[in-house]
């Protein structure tokens, strides 16, 4: 920062300030050992709060039958504990719903580090504190210093014991506060004689070993300095958020290089505690990836996994760098991003690379310029559990290249003798080599070696002078098998390359067509319940198992979709999905929350938000590019889950905003419908009213008959309302009779006769006709309607003609006009309700009568009756409309 | 019968509006002349120069409202419109279109006649303004400026003078509240129809014998007002 730029305080640091708000507050009690009396400490200012009134409850608490302890809890309410089955015990656990449900203002919750019982929701007590503390209640807690993550090693080393229950340091760095509770090693070894220090069963034996005053003295000091350095921590914290400047973090950083190797978490842990020193200088975790060396067994996949995930929790970056040359390329991103300290294990390298100064630490001290290198010596691997069939898988392949090598090695043999026949003196040996060579090129290294080996034997003893025996007669001969063995390492090595790199790329070009095809797939579907199931599908391939998307439904999820598609999921996965939902975090298997479980479920959160949950069940032998890939897929899932539900919401809009278009209609409707011949009715009536003495007697009664026609249009169209209102309700009843279609015919158009005009309507009625069962008083008002329709839309001169025959499973009604037609676009719609209405502009709203629902309701009406209806236009040259309607005839 | 009959063209799509419209008005002593669209419409004012329109305002191939500005580009006599929309944004656009009057359908012809000779005598009192307008005991001088009520001064703000002065030269018409308040108040207030209603109210006190069920000075709702003689 210059003088003259004001001081800001670190935004970091206020971000950081801010995640606090709402959370509750953490206190941590720390000690060196067992025994020093954190839960004694803890327990007593517990109750003292409890006296001043805080609303104070005991999580949980190990007394170990301690008197002086068991009396502190005397006047505090206690949790009762929860039982948690397991195998054929039953272990009384922690209850962290009923705290959560109880919500006291300060719960006191021993051992920090605790491992849970399987089965529980978290694997580590530190975890169910979180969850306590993100609900806003104050949690105390004690802790053994060597309980930290970063300490492991050191504490291993000092005092022989291995301990496996861990807190992540950068817990208790978010800790508010940590009272050191201290006590000379002296007092501590005599609390421990007297019997006042508790000790499990099978911690006794160590414990002697452990109790030593040179590891408590250790212990002290490493307790001692934690304490003091989050004292520290909070300082500079407190001055960032202010603007204050301060001394901290000099620009070091940090790059930790790590190997798909036991020693890789180990790497880790000491790169933390580096940053540490350096006053929490940024630090990175680094892997880098050679594309022409074949990607490691699933072993050491799995090392990897483990170590980046000890880093992130240990606040550390992760990346994965690609290059084929390690030193180059760990020096250029050094360079780029101003490292200042490389950290490497203690080399693994094979003797002859060290001699050869072609070691990785050698390398880069060499070039590292400006970068501290630390190396760091890595004690014996931890053991893992062997994968079996991975290296079956190798043997078999292996053998199959000794089969080959030992056929091709026999033929070079029976050539070699057949031309040694015909043709003696000839350089027998380039038999062998080719062997030997094509050995390499089909079956890589080891089978070439052994192709070698076996062709020097057999040329040696069978070909070379002296012959049958082993001797080497030549000291030519020496070279000519050294030639041997570097064509077989040549051809060998290059084959393997080869293949490895033609693995590696056919493996990442899988990886990436199936995220094409994943994506292609998700883009081409529109609902979220498709969305979701291709995602399921897409998933579960991809991860060689199972896999489920469950959707939001109000407040729960809902299992959408799965692959295969009769997936269920247990009480225990579906409490699991609902946790992914509701804290955005992964749970399940490889996770934090209920590892038990084969499933792990990942909340889908896309741009806008959370979309679902995504359940795999991950194949156990898979490897990091599936877990990418998987996770790559769910990405894209939830963009496309998020995109569907958009979709979704303007579809129902759009569905809106028509239903408001067509209540507008209705209404500008029915104000122009019935008005228009009510205008006729009040003009006419008022005008003979008031100038009845002035107008002619002929004058006089047409006035009079345009009363009664427009009170019977009034009349048709407030029947029409009706008849719409009755099969919109569903309350339309249809009557069923043996009816002859022809009788309603000759009703209905009697009922329009009048209005004809001077329209000519012709009838074509077949002499014999066969009844059909139907409700003759909707079959009348149909045709009606359409035969209405047919006036209004025709000229006053053109011809209608209506038509009944009958086919072979249909008596089928025919009504032609030869009026101006119906357009094509318009003619799928023609049976749409206020269809006229909804034009663009109510240009045409006067020109004709009725506000389209006669169409409609004919529709309706021989539809209810379970006939069809249908429309044809154009029929004669540009003109003319053919209404069907067809009627089942009895089977 | 007198000897010249006014010619009123009647611009309407429904044979049934011209089926007693036309009895009607010729029974009223006028010539009706029928148009069926507003093309027909359109020619006839130009050829058959009427001495007033009635316009429907949904006709079959061009908006009502177009129409009306069309005619009113090369035609100054009224124009009444007839419509079965009562949606007052429609009549407002109308009257600030140039329209002289609306009728809504369904009417009484009685009224629509009464409308049509407001319309008339307006155009024809144009061209020789009345200076006096007597109604009841109200009289109002607009060359004097002077409002008397039943013989005794009435004592009018300027602004509510103006207001007066320009509804009772609209001569019964409807004038809406943008015609009103541009005229009164100038351009810049259009949207301020409170003052209207204020100004309106101050009118009616002073005017009106029951200021709560004006005679004169009458609303017409989210429309304007318009100022009746008896």
Same mark, same amino acid.
């Given at each position: *920062?210059?003088?003259d730029?004001?001081?800001?305080?670190?935004?970091?640091?206020?971000?950081?300030?801010?995640?606090?708000?709402?959370?509750?507050?953490?206190?941590?009690?720390?000690?060196?050992?067992?025994?020093?009396?954190k839960?004694?400490?803890?327990?007593?200012d517990?109750?003292?709060?409890?006296?001043?009134?805080?609303?104070?409850?005991?999580?949980v608490?190990?007394?170990?039958?301690?008197?002086?302890?068991?009396?502190?809890?005397?006047?505090?309410?206690?949790l009762?504990?929860?039982?948690?089955q397991?195998?054929?015990?039953?272990?009384?656990?922690?209850?962290?719903?009923?705290?959560?449900?109880?919500?006291?203002?300060?719960?006191l919750?021993?051992e920090?580090?605790?491992?849970?019982?399987p089965?529980?929701?978290?694997?580590?007590?530190?975890?169910?504190?979180e969850?306590?503390?993100?609900?806003?209640?104050?949690?105390?807690?004690?802790?053994n210093?060597?309980?930290?993550?970063?300490?492991?090693d050191?504490?291993?080393?000092?005092?022989?014991?291995r301990?496996?229950?861990?807190?992540?340091?950068?817990?208790?760095?978010?800790?508010?506060e940590?009272?050191?509770?201290?006590?000379?090693?002296?007092?501590?070894?005599?609390?421990?004689?007297?019997?006042?220090?508790?000790?499990?069963?099978?911690?006794?034996?160590?414990?002697?070993?452990?109790?030593?005053?040179?590891?408590?003295?250790?212990?002290?000091?490493?307790?001692?300095?934690?304490?003091?350095?989050?004292?520290?921590? %909070?300082?500079?914290?407190?001055?960032?958020?202010? &603007?204050?400047v301060g001394?901290?973090?000099?620009?070091?950083r940090i790059?930790?290089?790590i190997?798909?190797?036991?020693?890789?978490?180990?790497?880790?842990?000491? =790169?933390?505690?580096?940053?540490d020193?350096? *006053?929490?200088?940024?630090?990175?975790?680094a892997?880098?990836?050679?594309?022409?060396?074949?990607?490691?067994?699933?072993?050491?996949?799995r090392?990897?996994?483990?170590?980046?995930?000890?880093?992130?929790?240990?606040?550390?970056?992760?990346?994965?760098?690609?290059?084929d040359?390690?030193?180059?390329?760990?020096?250029?991103y050094?360079?780029?991003?101003?490292?200042? %300290?490389?950290?490497?294990?203690q080399?693994?390298?094979?003797?002859?690379?060290?001699?050869?100064?072609?070691?990785?630490?050698?390398?880069?001290?060499?070039?590292?310029?400006g970068?501290?290198?630390?190396?760091?010596?890595?004690?014996?691997?931890?053991?893992?559990?062997?994968?079996?069939t991975?290296?079956?898988?190798?043997?078999?392949?292996?053998?199959? &290249?000794?089969?080959?090598?030992?056929?091709?090695?026999?033929?070079s043999? =029976?050539?070699?003798?057949?031309?040694?026949?015909y043709s003696? =003196?000839?350089?027998? &040996?380039?038999?062998?080599?080719?062997?030997?060579?094509?050995?390499?090129?089909?079956?890589g290294?080891?089978?070439?070696?052994?192709a070698?080996?076996?062709?020097?034997?057999?040329?040696?003893?069978?070909?070379?002078?002296?012959?049958?025996?082993?001797?080497?007669?030549?000291?030519?001969?020496?070279?000519?098998?050294?030639?041997f063995i570097?064509?077989?390492?040549a051809? =060998?090595?290059?084959?393997?390359?080869?293949?490895?790199?033609?693995?590696?790329?056919?493996?990442?070009?899988?990886?990436?067509?199936?995220?094409?095809?994943?994506?292609?797939r998700?883009?081409?579907?529109?609902?979220?319940q498709?969305?979701?199931?291709?995602?399921?599908?897409?998933?579960?391939?991809?991860?060689?198992?199972?896999?489920?998307v469950l959707?939001?439904?109000?407040?729960?999820?809902?299992?959408?979709?799965?692959?295969?598609?009769?997936?269920?999921?247990?009480?225990?996965e579906?409490?699991?999905?609902?946790?992914?939902?509701?804290?955005?975090?992964?749970?399940?298997?490889?996770?934090?929350?209920l590892? %038990?479980?084969?499933?792990?479920?990942?909340?889908?959160?896309g741009?806008?938000?959370?979309?679902g949950?995504?359940g795999?069940?991950?194949?156990?032998?898979?490897?990091?590019?599936?877990?990418?890939?998987?996770?790559?897929?769910?990405?894209?899932?939830?963009?496309?889950?998020?995109?569907?539900?958009?979709?979704?919401?303007a579809?129902?809009?759009?569905?809106?905003?028509?239903?408001?278009?067509?209540?507008?209609?209705?209404?500008?409707s029915?104000?122009?419908?019935?008005?228009?011949?009510?205008s006729?009715?009040?003009?006419?009536?008022?005008?003979?009213?008031?100038?009845?003495?002035?107008?002619?007697?002929?004058?006089?009664a047409?006035?009079?008959?345009?009363?009664?026609?427009?009170?019977?249009?009034?009349?048709?169209?407030?029947?029409?309302?009706?008849? *719409?209102?009755?099969?919109?309700?569903?309350?339309?009843?249809?009557?069923?009779?043996?009816?002859?279609?022809?009788?309603?015919?000759?009703?209905?158009?009697?009922?329009?006769?009048?209005?004809?005009?001077?329209?000519?309507?012709?009838?074509?009625?077949?002499?014999?006709?066969?009844?059909?069962?139907?409700?003759?008083?909707?079959?009348?008002?149909?045709?009606v309607n359409?035969?209405?329709?047919?006036?209004?839309?025709?000229?006053?001169?053109?011809?209608?003609?209506?038509?009944?025959?009958?086919?072979?499973?249909?008596v089928?009604i025919?009504?032609?006009?030869?009026?101006?037609?119906?357009?094509?676009?318009?003619?799928?719609?023609?049976?749409?309700?206020?269809?006229?209405?909804?034009?663009?502009?109510?240009?045409?709203?006067?020109?004709?009568?009725?506000?389209?629902?006669?169409?409609?309701?004919?529709?309706?009406?021989?539809?209810?009756?379970?006939?069809?209806?249908?429309?044809?236009?154009?029929?004669?040259?540009?003109?003319g409309?053919?209404?069907?309607?067809?009627?089942?005839?009895?089977? | 019968?007198?000897?010249?009959r006014?010619r009123?063209?009647?611009?309407?799509?429904?044979?049934q509006?011209?089926?007693f419209?036309?009895?009607?008005?010729e029974?009223?002593?006028y010539?009706?002349?029928?148009?069926?669209?507003?093309?027909?419409?359109?020619?006839?004012?130009?050829?058959?120069?009427?001495?007033?329109?009635i316009?429907?305002?949904?006709l079959?191939?061009?908006?009502?409202?177009?129409?009306?500005?069309?005619?009113?580009?090369?035609?100054?006599?009224?124009?009444?419109?007839?419509?079965?929309?009562?949606?007052?944004?429609?009549?407002?656009?109308?009257?600030?279109? &140039?329209?002289?009057?609306?009728?809504?359908?369904?009417?009484?012809?009685?009224?629509?006649?009464?409308?049509?000779?407001?319309?008339?005598?307006?155009?024809?009192?144009?061209?020789?303004?009345?200076?006096?307008?007597?109604?009841?005991?109200?009289?109002?001088?607009?060359?004097?400026?002077?409002?008397?009520?039943?013989?005794?001064?009435?004592?009018?703000?300027?602004?509510?003078?103006?207001?007066?002065?320009?509804?009772?030269?609209?001569?019964?018409?409807v004038?809406?509240?943008?015609?009103?308040?541009?005229?009164?108040?100038?351009?810049?207030?259009v949207?301020d129809?409170?003052?209207?209603?204020?100004?309106?109210?101050?009118?009616?006190?002073?005017?009106?014998?029951?200021?709560?069920?004006p005679?004169?000075?009458?609303?017409?709702?989210?429309?304007?007002?318009?100022?009746?003689?008896?």
């Open positions: *920062m210059t003088n730029e004001p001081l800001r305080p670190d935004p970091d640091a206020l971000l950081a300030d801010a995640r606090r708000q709402g959370r509750g507050r953490l206190k941590v009690f720390l000690g060196m050992a067992p025994g020093v009396g839960t004694f400490e803890m327990l007593s517990g109750k003292r709060r409890a006296e001043d009134g805080v609303d104070v409850v005991v999580g608490v190990e007394t170990h039958g301690r008197k002086e302890t068991e009396s502190l809890l005397d006047g505090l309410q206690v009762p504990r929860h039982p948690v397991y195998r054929e015990h039953q272990l009384m656990e922690f209850d962290i719903d009923g705290a959560l449900t109880r919500k006291p203002r300060l719960l919750v021993d920090y580090a605790h491992s849970n019982a089965g529980s929701r978290h694997l580590k007590r530190w975890q169910d504190v969850e306590l503390l993100g609900a806003g209640i104050d949690v105390w807690t004690t802790l210093v060597q309980h930290l993550e970063s300490l492991v050191v504490v291993w080393k000092i005092t022989g014991v301990v496996r229950e861990t807190v992540p340091d950068g817990l208790l760095a978010t800790a508010d940590i009272e050191l509770v201290d006590l000379t090693p002296e007092e501590l070894r005599e609390r421990l004689y007297a019997g006042k220090v508790y000790m499990p069963e099978t911690a006794r034996l160590a414990s002697d070993n452990f109790f030593k005053i040179e590891n408590l003295t250790a212990l002290r000091e490493m307790a001692l300095r934690r304490a003091a350095k989050t004292v520290d921590d %909070q300082l500079v914290g407190a001055m960032r958020r202010q &603007g204050i001394p901290w973090a000099a620009g070091e790059l930790v290089l190997a798909g190797d036991a020693a890789a978490v180990s790497l880790v842990r000491a =790169g933390r505690r580096l940053a020193q350096m *006053m929490d200088a940024p630090w990175t975790v892997h880098v990836e050679r594309p022409n060396k074949p990607a490691g067994d699933a072993r050491s996949a090392w990897l996994a483990d170590a980046f995930k000890a880093a992130e929790q240990l606040n550390g970056n992760t990346i994965v760098l690609t290059g040359d390690v030193p180059d390329t760990v020096l250029e050094a360079r780029r991003n101003n490292v200042t %300290q490389i950290v490497v294990g080399s693994r390298d094979p003797f002859w690379r060290i001699l050869a100064g072609r070691s990785l630490g050698h390398a880069l001290l060499r070039s590292s310029a970068a501290a290198l630390h190396f760091v010596s890595v004690g014996a691997p931890e053991p893992a559990a062997m994968e079996p991975l290296v079956r898988r190798r043997r078999i392949t292996d053998g199959g &290249g000794y089969l080959g090598a030992l056929i091709l090695v026999g033929a043999s =029976g050539a070699a003798a057949l031309l040694d026949r003696r =003196g000839s350089d027998l &040996g380039m038999i062998f080599l080719a062997g030997v060579l094509i050995t390499g090129l089909a079956w290294l080891r089978p070439a070696l052994a070698a080996a076996l062709s020097i034997g057999i040329y040696n003893f069978f070909f070379l002078a002296p012959r049958f025996s082993f001797v080497i007669g030549h000291a030519s001969d020496v070279f000519t098998f050294a030639i570097a064509v077989a390492g051809a =060998g090595w290059l084959t393997g390359r080869v293949r490895d790199q033609a693995r590696l790329s056919s493996r990442r070009a899988s990886a990436v067509t199936a995220l094409l095809a994943a994506s292609r998700l883009s081409g579907v529109a609902t979220g498709e969305t979701a199931r291709a995602l399921a599908e897409q998933a579960s391939a991809a991860a060689a198992g199972r896999a489920v959707l939001a439904e109000g407040e729960d999820l809902r299992l959408s979709a799965s692959a295969p598609v009769d997936v269920t999921l247990s009480t225990a579906m409490t699991a999905a609902r946790w992914a939902w509701d804290k955005r975090e992964p749970a399940g298997a490889g996770t934090g929350t590892p %038990q479980l084969s499933w792990t479920f990942r909340p889908l959160i741009v806008r938000g959370r979309a949950v995504a795999v069940e991950m194949d156990p032998r898979s490897g990091v590019d599936e877990q990418r890939l998987v996770s790559a897929l769910l990405e894209q899932g939830a963009v496309a889950l998020e995109r569907a539900e958009l979709a979704a919401a579809v129902e809009n759009e569905a809106l905003r028509r239903s408001d278009k067509l209540r507008g209609a209705l209404l500008n029915i104000s122009h419908d019935l008005r228009t011949p009510l006729t009715v009040m003009g006419s009536a008022t005008t003979l009213i008031d100038y009845d003495a002035t107008l002619r007697s002929e004058v006089r047409d006035l009079l008959i345009s009363i009664r026609e427009e009170a019977e249009r009034l009349n048709r169209y407030v029947g029409n309302l009706l008849d *719409m209102t009755r099969l919109e309700g569903g309350a339309l009843k249809t009557r069923s009779e043996w009816t002859d279609v022809r009788d309603v015919l000759a009703s209905a158009i009697k009922r329009i006769e009048r209005r004809l005009g001077g329209r000519s309507l012709t009838r074509d009625f077949p002499a014999h006709l066969t009844a059909v069962q139907l409700d003759p008083g909707l079959l009348e008002q149909a045709v359409i035969l209405e329709n047919a006036i209004e839309y025709c000229p006053d001169d053109l011809p209608i003609e209506v038509a009944v025959y009958e086919d072979r499973a249909n089928v025919s009504i032609e006009d030869d009026g101006p037609g119906i357009p094509k676009v318009d003619i799928e719609r023609i049976f749409e309700k206020f269809r006229r209405l909804e034009e663009p502009s109510d240009r045409n709203r006067g020109e004709r009568k009725g506000a389209g629902l006669g169409l409609s309701i004919a529709k309706g009406f021989i539809e209810a009756m379970g006939g069809r209806i249908a429309a044809a236009s154009p029929i004669h040259g540009p003109r409309t053919r209404i069907l309607i067809s009627l089942k005839k009895p089977a | 019968m007198s000897p010249h006014p009123i063209l009647v611009i309407d799509d429904e044979p509006i011209h089926r419209l036309g009895p009607a008005l029974a009223a002593g010539e009706p002349i029928r148009a069926d669209n507003a093309a027909q419409g359109l020619a006839a004012i130009a050829s058959r120069a009427p001495d007033a329109v316009l429907d305002l949904g079959p191939d061009m908006d009502g409202k177009d129409a009306l500005l069309r005619a009113r580009a090369f035609y100054t006599g009224p124009i009444v419109i007839l419509s079965a929309r009562d949606m007052e944004t429609e009549k407002i656009d109308a009257l600030d279109a &140039g329209a002289d009057d609306y009728v809504e359908k369904p009417f009484n012809v009685g009224e629509f006649l009464a409308r049509l000779r407001v319309a008339l005598r307006h155009r024809l009192n144009q061209q020789g303004a009345p200076a006096v307008v007597e109604t009841g005991d109200l009289r109002i001088d607009l060359v004097k400026r002077l409002v008397t009520r039943a013989g005794q001064a009435v004592r009018l703000s300027p602004r509510e003078y103006d207001l007066l002065a320009r509804l009772v030269e609209g001569g019964g018409r004038l809406t509240h943008r015609q009103l308040l541009t005229a009164v108040w100038g351009p810049a207030n949207d129809v409170q003052y209207l209603r204020v100004f309106i109210g101050h009118l009616r006190q002073k005017l009106e014998a029951d200021p709560s069920s005679k004169h000075l009458t609303t017409e709702s989210g429309v304007g007002y318009r100022f009746v003689a008896d």
